[in-house]
């Protein structure tokens, strides 16, 4: 495709990184009734209208994503196109890419969220903390010294503790773009310092913020290297 560059593209400085989120719930309720279709209704055949749901999800979340993104590029939505490496990893098509943005997603069921940095490896990821499940969560995707601080939080820091650790994890295997192919219980954080933190196995810094955009939402936002400033916005840019 051959894009149109539009004039007040945001100028993304490559020692700040900008993550995006945006909550979900209220554009669903409306998308809902759009559809005319009524889920839950009690009758037990809402398969085509959860189908249709998310559908109208992921669709709002694309254009969401490429509304925010055009902004930095100075581009129409339409025109921020993806690929992905072998792995998986969502990439902007290099012939669009004139910023040299690195971009990663996450998503829950009712919010979503996108970070973006120049030339630097980027991650993301946010999540809705729970109980359910907690004991056999840890034991499978902790390390040994995370699943120690995880028994030794009190049964009301334990939701906090383990995604804590779950969010960092999934924002590393996002950033290197290699997903959960890597056991995510063979990923921590072995020095914190005040240039970053380090992982096992790399020497690299990064630089990390755990945020709590909503109540009982948890994310983590991740960029390579030191002295990397993570600014927080909701919603998208302004035109």
Known sequence: MNAKQHEGAINLHRDTAH???????????????????????????????????????????TKWRQRVIGRYLGLAPEAVEFETTPEGKPLLRAEINSQRLSVSFSQTVDACALILCRERLVGIDVENVSTEDLPLLAQTYLSQAELGAFQKATPAEQPLTFYRFWTQKEAYLKALGVGLDRPPREVEIVQTSVAGVVFSGDSRLWQLDH????????????????????QTFFGEPAQ
């Open 19 to 61: 993550c995006w989120f945006k909550h979900l719930g209220s554009d669903f309720a409306w998308i809902g009734l759009r559809s005319g279709e009524h889920l839950g209704n009690g009758s037990g055949k809402n398969t085509d209208a959860q189908r249709n749901l998310v559908s109208f999800r992921r669709e709002a979340v």
């Open 211 to 230: 945020l709590k955009p909503w109540p009982h939402t948890l994310a983590c936002a991740l960029v390579e290297g030191a002295s990397v400033e993570i």
